[in-house]
């Protein structure tokens, strides 16, 4: 059995929840309170994860930290197709890694926005929102030439990957920190068929695709 | 020179932080209507706040109510708002969470008290679709204690709260007690004669940003603190990007200004109560 140490409103753990509810994995889960009882720096969970982060991931008595990594394990394991982390293509792996350090980058920049202004991080805000914005430049300028190429993905090939799945969170999110998607017409429209795939699920914050959604007033 | 001109707002108490998350002695930062304010608690529980901005070192005035810090900028008067069932020995109290939100403070208000949202943001938890109707439901505006009352709010929730078995009507109580905090009263799910608790208050940051105290004060003897803490963070994260797309991010006042649906009695008995009592801060007042 797995077992997931979660935390609701974390975009790092909702990318374990996503990748595992659309590979249709059941998941344990053990919530740990991060806000405001700060348990991801208490004795019991350093034991399991020094750095005090979460996620962390335990199948079967394997522990594993870090929701990129986990993502790599998790489809290498259960994903039987082999599409969403195709260990045969070796230039498909390089680009994989290369956008799951990028979403590193979003988590450094969008999610740090979001700490600063949900739970009041002292982070400096105009450095977060302007590294974000510099980052969704880049990748809607990436997304906009892979739809020139007919490809709905990050990675080249009609099938998602791991890559759209580390970087959907931070990106969805980007508003609670102030970071506007506005100028970023691909990224819309990437969020928009992430939230398509079979299995998507949401989390506080998140809404599924249309039928449009009618805010209340 | 206080930055906020509203007399009204200025001088109402305001909570700032929650008691249970400031270490004694340390001192905390934090910023009320534009203002730079620090706090702290000693050992004994007693709070102390003073500018940091502007005057900076004068005490302002302080207390310690529902587990935060309450402070006042203005002239004090009076006492916070009274919530009896907090003093009710088999209740859990808890601050379930301080978020910041970009948004103003009378849209933050008005929006926990609509629940036509409910099945639509807060879907399977709160609410479900076909159960969207809002009942027909009173309002009125107390003389004696100048708030807002609603009551024989009733919907269906598919999980009222974490101490939920499952799906059941659930009647609600809205109170509207100070013009940035709300009390809310729901059926108890393990005491039919009894309702939970769960207030708002909130903490204008300036006239567009928040920081919202969400306290809960319920009866349940099974789950811990830290599950029905994140019950409510899970609620309060689903409405924060409605409250955050909220535009314009200050009230309009104007009863032409935005078309009311048939649900939102109390938001339009909130409106004119805000109207009347001559608030300027965070709203868009309606032409004189
Ligand atoms: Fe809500």
């Known amino acids: 059995m797995i077992t997931l140490y979660d935390y609701e409103l974390s975009g790092n753990c909702y990318k374990l929840r996503l990748f595992m509810s659309m590979l249709d994995i059941e998941y344990e889960v053990i919530a740990v309170d991060f806000y405001p009882g700060k348990e991801h720096k208490s004795e019991w969970f350093l034991e399991i994860n020094p750095l005090g982060q979460l996620p962390v991931l335990e199948d079967n008595g394997f522990v594993l930290r870090d929701a990129q990594a986990i993502l790599i394990y998790l489809a290498s ?16 792996l390089g680009d994989i890694s290369q956008w799951l350090a990028f979403a590193d980058s979003i988590t450094s920049t969008s999610s ?28 809607d300028e990436h997304l906009w030439f892979a739809e020139k190429q007919n490809r709905n993905w990050i990675c080249p090939g009609d099938h998602p990957t791991i890559a759209d799945i580390a970087c959907f969170p931070y990106v969805i999110l980007s508003e609670e920190g102030g970071i506007s998607r506005q100028d970023y017409p691909a990224i819309r429209r990437w969020t928009d068929r992430v939230k398509r795939i ?16 009618k805010a209340a007033g | 020179m206080a930055v906020c001109s509203d007399k009204t707002v200025l001088n109402q108490w305001y909570a700032i932080g929650a008691t249970e998350e400031i270490e004694p002695e340390r001192m905390t930062e934090t910023v009320l209507l534009e203002e730079e304010l620090s706090y702290t608690v000693d050992a004994l529980g007693s709070p102390k706040v003073w500018r940091t901005g502007h005057d900076a070192g004068e005490l302002v005035p302080s207390q310690c109510v529902y587990g935060y810090v309450w402070t006042c900028l203005g002239e004090a008067s009076g006492e916070v708002f009274a919530i009896p069932e907090f003093s009710e020995p088999d209740r859990r109290n808890m601050n379930a969470a301080t978020i910041g939100v970009n948004v103003s403070a009378p849209r933050a208000i008005e929006n926990f008290l609509d629940m036509g949202h409910f099945p639509y943001v807060h879907t399977d938890i709160l609410g479900v679709e076909p159960h969207t109707e809002v009942k027909e439901y009173d309002v009125e505006i107390s003389i004696e204690n100048d708030e807002i009352l609603a009551t024989r709010c009733r919907f269906f929730q598919p999980m009222a709260s974490q101490a939920s078995g499952g799906g059941a009507d659930v009647e609600y109580i809205y109170r509207v007690p100070h013009p940035f905090c709300s009390v809310l009263y729901k059926s108890s799910p393990v005491d039919d004669k009894r ?5 708002v208050f909130l903490q204008p940051v300036d006239q567009e940003h928040i920081r919202a105290h969400m306290m809960l004060s319920v009866l349940d003897e099974d789950n811990d603190d830290k599950s029905i803490r994140l019950f409510q963070q899970t609620i309060f994260g689903q409405d924060k990007p409605i409250l955050e797309n909220q535009f314009p991010k200050r009230l309009p006042l104007d009863p032409r200004a935005e078309t009311p649906i048939r649900a939102d009695k109390s938001a339009i008995t909130y409106r004119r109560w805000l109207s009347r009592k001559g608030i300027t801060y965070g709203v868009i007042p309606a032409a004189a």
């Open chain 1, 198 to 213: 079979p299995g998507f699920v949401v989390m506080s914050g998140v809404f599924p695709a249309g039928p449009a959604f």
């Open chain 1, 112 to 139: 740090a926005a979001r700490l600063h202004d949900g739970l009041f991080y002292d982070f400096d805000i105009e450095a977060c929102r302007a590294g974000a914005h510099r980052l969704f430049r880049i990748f």
């Open chain 1, 77 to 92: 394991k259960y994903d039987a197709g082999g599409k969403w982390y195709p260990t045969d293509q070796p230039q498909t």
């Open chain 2, 195 to 199: 309702m939970d608790v769960i207030a």
